[in-house]
């Protein structure tokens, strides 16, 4: 079992630009959520996935968005790019109405 | 809302020696609580979790964490620690039982000395 995994694992971007973020789910799972944590502090939740369709959503500007399809991948989209942006961008995988979220490594973005 | 408070930010220790590190929580409703270890350039791993019964909960590796309501806390102990547990500990909390909208700490640096 190859766990939650991420990619890209790195990734350098202007102010202004678009990125996307991809994470697979661990085996089995169908629940997907995103979280951004910041350089010396705790992740905090963007969204969660479920059934291809937002099921809550964090304190995040629209600029972020996400996807999840039918094989329970899921995409994080942020548009227009700030400095701010610059994070470890984590992706987590549960059952639905399981308490236990597994993570993956985390895609680091630089927004430069 | 739900929010945690790590009150160290960083804590060292020598090898073998016990540690506490401490965590508050915030809530109006009851709550899941959780332990989260990350390691260097690793992601998040779940250490251990209290949903209900037993207020001490324990984890494979010899970490146990007491659930106290009326100090709304979740201090996370261990009596003799290693190098290997070198990590950042983050304290966390959850309104519902489906893993979403996990509230995290600000995470307490644990550096072990030999």
């Known amino acids: 079992d190859a766990g939650v995994t991420q990619s890209p694992t790195h990734l350098i971007k202007t102010r202004g630009q678009q990125v996307t973020l991809r994470c697979s789910p661990k085996s089995g799972h169908d629940t997907v959520s995103w979280y951004q944590q910041a350089l010396g502090q705790g992740p905090q939740f963007i969204f969660q996935y479920y059934e291809e369709e937002e099921r809550q959503r964090g304190n995040f500007p629209d600029r972020f968005s996400g996807h999840q399809f039918p094989n329970y991948s899921s995409e994080l989209n942020v548009n227009a790019l700030l400095l701010g942006d610059s994070a470890l961008y984590l992706c987590a995988s549960s059952l639905v109405d399981n308490t236990e979220a597994f993570f993956g490594q985390g895609t680091r973005l630089t927004v430069v | ?114």
């Open chain 2, 1 to 114: 809302a739900q929010s945690v408070t790590q009150l160290d930010s960083q804590v060292p220790v020598f090898e073998e020696a016990p540690v506490e590190l401490r965590c508050n929580y915030s809530s109006s409703v009851s709550v899941y609580l959780f332990w989260y270890v990350q390691y260097p350039n690793q992601g998040l791993q779940l250490l251990l979790k209290y949903l209900s019964g037993s207020t001490l909960v324990e984890s494979i590796n010899g970490f146990e964490a007491e659930f106290n309501k009326s100090q709304t806390s979740f201090h996370l102990r261990k009596p003799s620690v290693h190098i290997s547990d070198t990590a950042e500990y983050f304290c966390a909390v959850s309104v519902d039982s489906s893993a979403s909208k996990i509230i995290f700490g600000s995470g307490t640096r644990l550096s072990i000395r030999p």
